[in-house]
């Protein structure tokens, strides 16, 4: 790749829960979004990103709560984003994972920043002390990250236990949203599954069954309190996780009904988002910004799906990935960093 | 050298942006973009957006084939105003687009969720085994998300089945059959102004009008998108609009397919009369050929500069892009971002195609051709109609009550029960409602079933075959039936060109069952001449996966009947049934009286399976092999043989034309050493080269020799004798093969 054709990127803003461990510390406390999104934060009373950050160690109960993770997320994966180096990077076009769709709002301009924050506070808010429900992870890949038949048919037989929904389609992964009976129900029936240093299902702690109708009226009280939310068409074509395109022409009223109907209520598809957006605009790699490298996997996972560039498993991935040409670019990695960022 | 008339057209649509002044912004997109007009800024826009996308994959395939990495290059430029048709249309209203519709294909896909026409467009032209219609078979404008069954017509020959298709969604709804789109949905087809002229679109649109002119509901919108040229001939100025405006029962609606205005609202108004009334529409858009033909075609040779230049003056982009910009609607900069923008998405994309794997291997080319699960055929035969809708039918006397019967009752019967099992099923053709058939072979079956299941067509065997591949997209079980052989002749390619090419060019995402009874062969007594007593079968048998039954005998008439319908249900297979006129009431075999050639009905009967023959005797001396009236002939000469030559045959009945009982053949002729074939079909392109080459490719080694028809039409009279096979000709072959024993 020459030094005067940048990448083509799609960005993928990562979703609540990023911000782990070892993110303490890492924020950048100079950048302008970290600082405006600290005066909203000092302004509505609460601690601030850099206060968040600067925490000696990491706290679940403090940094993985609604009201908390959710701006820090979103300001991170920004932060980062004022790092690109426009000869080496250029955005085609911006998509995002869960909560990380209203981050992807602000990086392509259907929102200005304090009006995206506006809309994860509001949503993160509702959170605070009022969890509905869960959110369990469970695999339908093998460990060669291609889709393995008896994990996807034991997925496909829990969603059909009470109470228990498709959260997020999630490369290789299945985020089950489910009330309380629900989450029951899959623990007792799905068999127990290691992977690494994680055991599956895995709750997600202090996640709300997002993405699922247990969220209705979240939406409908989204509706009200955002009713006044500046909605632009975006700078830069958005996919969003039920596969629709919302290019520059896109109208704002569309995107305002997606975000704040169907995306709270319906399942979150990143596997149709990834497939969309990589079959309408070619980028050269998916762009990972924000805190840790959550997405990677999953991501791999879709391409290897796709067949995109002839990926047929997690070897092939692993070869692109060491190539000159990665088809995944981590910002938490300091040797892809470096070939997007000054 | 010859200019790049692409590389013309992209740069003129660049300076025309740059040339153009801006009017003021408009404050809100969602205005109309003039008084009256049903347009507004945004979805002029996004239409904009469209058509783009369509002129990129033009250029980008062009670039390709630079690089010999695109197979295809016929394009859209010029037409993407067809965009706004798809925009005044549902994506649920199936499409059958022809190869110049990319603006309407990349619209719809804007329709539905999770789309990606880019991409899809250009796996295609590189024969991308990816690609998510054909898998790398052809380069097609096809999804069965968005109801666009692929199409590689080239002379509106998909007309037919989109009149089919309207036809069958009006009669669903009258006999109370579920649909998987809206009820009120329509049916548009896209065509040329060249191809406008071909019998197969005329007959189709004459199809239309009929049905429509006697109230019979066909919501189907006719698109001509009308470039004033096929290849390099010139259609004659006014020619469509006048051809077309005063049809009986088909309304007209004309206008620029160049101004994205006036083509939305002729378009909106096309699609509301045709959704509200459910009669045919004539869309008539006039558009221009940029690019030439294709990208092998030196337009140069056949037009003057001037006239090229003229016709890129008219360049729709531009139009659109003048629209916009001086409307207020977008900036130049926003135009040329777009443009530049889809440009290089294209070109990424391009790339990403080209490397993406090709079919490999014959196996794979043919995987999805004609699908063949005999074990679930079997089973779907054998499973019995409901006992209550029988009774109801056969108005409380079951057929297998009846004494044994002859041929044409056994087929009678057997469709009768088919109608009881299956609710979907329809039967048409000529004359078979209250007639019953030329042959009485449909009678009673209109009063039984219905006449909205049991219909008369128009005389036309192209809309009669069409009308069946729309009614398998439908989701109906059609039996067609084409009066004599000989006049499936006119309207072949609806089976070779169209139906059986279905689930190859869709790796069976689309099917159009169906099973054809066709009333063919000679030996009626001399009576009727060629057009009543064709004997030719080539243009059937090479047609890829078709089903060729060819019952001689009643019961396995029946048997083979419900296999042929079953295969057609469960692996959406296309099957002619080939029946023997002069067997329909042919009741005795070796003397008057005997009644040895009627046979028992039974419902229950083992099914028939394909490519599986019949064999009658265990004779070790000569093994004869044939089917139809040569059978019946066969089994008579075979009697003659042994009486008055003590010579023992086995005699096989192959029942299928194809795929031939190759199994059988190999068996039957091991057996005895010596194989006779007995064709009626032509020496040339008959059924005996087939069963001859079987026998050479299956490593036989004994002797072989055949009788078959000469190699001419039929005559009237007893001159039709001279040139068909006979018994004597077959017992004198039987006597020379086994040399006189």
């Not at chain 1, 490298?293 to 791999?300: F, P, Q, R």
């Not at chain 2, 054909?134 to 404008?141: L, N, P, S």
């Not at chain 2, 809206?182 to 197969?200: K, L, Q, W, Y």
Request: aromatic share 6%.
């Amino acid at each position: 790749m020459s030094q005067t054709t940048p990448r083509r990127l799609l960005l993928l803003c990562p979703g609540r829960g990023s911000y782990g461990r070892a993110q303490i510390g890492t924020l950048p406390a100079e950048s302008p979004t970290v600082r405006q999104l600290n005066a909203l934060r000092a302004e509505a009373g609460r601690p601030t990103l850099t206060a968040l950050d600067a925490t000696e160690r990491f706290f679940p109960a403090l940094h993985l709560a609604g009201e908390h993770a959710s701006l820090l997320t979103f300001g991170y994966t920004l932060a980062d984003l004022e790092s690109l180096d426009p000869d080496k990077a250029q955005t085609v076009a911006v998509v995002g994972n869960s909560m990380g769709w209203y981050t992807a709002l602000a990086a392509a301009g259907a929102l200005s920043l304090l009006d995206a924050a506006r809309l994860v506070e509001t949503l993160g808010g509702y959170q605070e002390g009022n969890v509905i429900g869960a959110q369990v992870l469970y695999p339908t890949a093998g460990d060669d990250w291609r889709s393995h038949a008896v994990l996807t048919g034991l997925v496909e037989d829990a969603l059909k236990l009470p109470g228990v929904y498709r959260s997020i389609r999630l490369g290789g992964m299945t985020v089950f949203g489910c009330t309380r009976e629900g989450l029951s129900a899959l623990n007792e029936t799905l068999p127990k599954l290691q992977r690494g240093d994680r055991t599956f299902p895995l709750q997600l702690p202090l996640h709300s069954a997002f993405h699922t109708p247990l969220m209705a009226l979240t939406s409908a009280r989204a509706q009200v309190d955002l009713k006044d939310l500046p909605w632009r068409s975006p700078t830069l074509p958005m996919v969003g996780g039920d596969g629709n395109h919302y290019g520059r022409t896109a109208s704002p009223a569309a995107i305002a009904r997606y975000t704040l109907t169907t995306q709270v209520t319906d399942p979150f598809d990143l596997n149709l988002c990834l497939r969309a957006a990589m079959g309408e605009h070619g980028p050269d790699a998916v762009l990972l910004p924000g805190p840790g490298n959550s997405l990677g996997a999953a991501t791999a996972q879709i391409l290897i799906q796709l067949g995109w560039r002839g990926l047929r498993d997690r070897r092939d991935f692993e070869e692109v990935q060491a190539s000159p040409r990665p088809l995944v670019i981590s910002m938490d990695r300091p040797e892809q960093r470096a070939l997007v960022c000054r | 050298m010859a200019v790049n008339r692409a590389a013309v057209v992209d740069q003129r649509f660049l300076q025309h942006v740059s040339r153009l002044t801006p009017g003021p912004a408009q404050a809100n997109l969602d205005a109309a973009v003039a008084p009256g007009r049903a347009l507004t800024g945004r979805l002029a826009l996004q239409l904009f957006e469209s058509m783009i996308a369509s002129r990129h994959l033009d250029l980008a395939s062009r670039d390709l084939k630079s690089r010999d990495a695109s197979f295809y290059t016929i394009g859209s430029a010029g037409h993407e105003g067809s965009a706004a048709v798809a925009a005044s249309l549902r994506p649920t209203d199936m499409a059958f687009l022809h190869y110049r519709s990319g603006g309407f294909f990349v619209q719809r896909a804007r329709q539905v969720p999770g789309q990606t026409p880019l991409l899809d467009v250009l796996l295609g032209v590189t024969a991308a085994k990816d690609e998510p219609i054909a898998g790398g078979r052809h380069k097609v404008f096809g999804s069965k998300s968005l109801y666009i069954p692929p199409q590689t017509s080239t002379i509106a020959s998909h007309l037919p089945k989109a009149v089919g298709a309207a036809f069958t969604l009006e009669r669903r709804k009258r006999l109370g059959l579920p649909l998987d789109v809206p009820e009120d949905s329509v049916i548009v087809c896209t065509f040329g102004d060249a191809s406008s002229n071909h019998s197969t679109a005329q007959g189709a649109i004459n199809a239309a009008c009929w049905s429509s002119f006697q109230n019979v509901p066909v919501p189907v919108l006719f698109v001509c998108e009308d470039n004033g040229i096929g290849i390099s001939v010139s259609t004659p100025s006014g020619w469509v609009a006048a051809n077309h405006q005063h049809r009986p029962g088909m309304r007209y609606f004309g206008g620029s397919g160049l101004d994205l205005d006036e083509c939305y609202d002729a378009a909106q108004a096309a699609v509301a009369y045709v959704r509200e009334h459910r009669r045919p529409a004539f869309l008539h858009l006039r558009v221009v050929r940029l690019l030439g033909h294709a990208g092998s075609d030196v337009e140069q040779s056949y037009r003057s500069e001037e006239e090229i230049e003229a016709s890129e003056a008219m360049d729709p982009l531009r139009r659109a892009a003048t629209l916009l910009i001086e409307g207020g609607w977008a900036s130049p900069a926003l135009i040329t971002q777009l443009y530049e923008d889809t440009r290089a998405r294209c070109a990424a994309l391009a790339n990403e195609a080209a490397d993406r794997p090709k079919l490999t291997t014959a196996e794979e080319v043919v995987a999805p051709l004609a699908p063949r699960r005999p074990a679930e055929i079997e089973a779907e035969a054998r499973r019995a109609p409901d006992p209550d809708a029988r009774l109801k039918l056969w108005e409380g006397k079951l057929p297998e009550a009846d004494r044994p019967r002859h041929l044409a009752v056994q087929i009678n019967r057997a469709l009768g029960d088919l109608l009881a099992k299956y609710p979907e099923l329809m039967l048409f053709g000529e004359d078979v409602a209250k007639k019953g058939g030329v042959y009485n072979v449909t009678t009673g079956l209109s009063r039984r079933a219905g006449v909205g299941r049991v219909f008369n067509t128009l005389l036309d065997e192209q809309t009669i075959l069409g009308l069946a591949i729309g009614a398998g997209h439908m989701g109906s079980l059609p039996i067609p039936e084409i009066q004599y052989l000989a006049y499936l002749h006119n309207a072949e390619d609806q089976l070779r060109g169209e139906a059986g090419s279905l689930q190859f060019f869709s790796q069976g995402q689309f099917q159009n069952p169906m099973v054809v009874r066709i009333a063919g062969y000679a030996y009626q007594k001399g009576f009727g001449g060629h057009f009543h007593n064709d004997n030719s079968v080539a243009v059937l048998r090479d047609i890829p996966g078709l089903v060729i039954a060819s019952p001689s005998r009643g019961d396995d008439a029946a048997a083979m009947l419900r296999t042929c319908v079953a295969a057609a249900k469960v692996d959406g297979a296309v099957c002619v049934f080939l029946e023997p006129i002069a067997l329909y009431m042919t009741k005795d075999l070796h003397q008057d009286g005997d009644g040895l050639w009627n046979t028992p009905y039974d419902p229950d009967a083992d099914p028939a399976p394909i490519g599986v023959g019949r064999v009658t005797g265990e004779g070790r001396d000569l093994t004869i092999i044939s089917w139809a009236n040569g059978h019946w002939m066969s089994q008579r000469v075979a009697r003659r043989l042994e009486e008055q030559h003590g010579l023992r045959c086995r005699v096989l009945d192959l029942r299928w034309l194809n795929p031939l009982p190759i199994e059988d053949i190999l068996r039957e002729a091991v057996a005895t050493g010596r194989v006779l074939v007995v064709d009626e079909t032509r020496r040339t392109g008959g059924v005996s080269e087939g069963v001859l080459t079987a026998l050479i490719d299956g490593g036989f080694s004994g002797r072989m020799a055949r009788v078959a028809a000469w190699d001419t039409y039929i005559p009237l009279g007893a001159a039709a004798n001279l040139v068909l096979v006979q018994e004597h000709d077959i017992e004198a072959a039987a006597l020379k093969l086994v040399g006189g024993k």
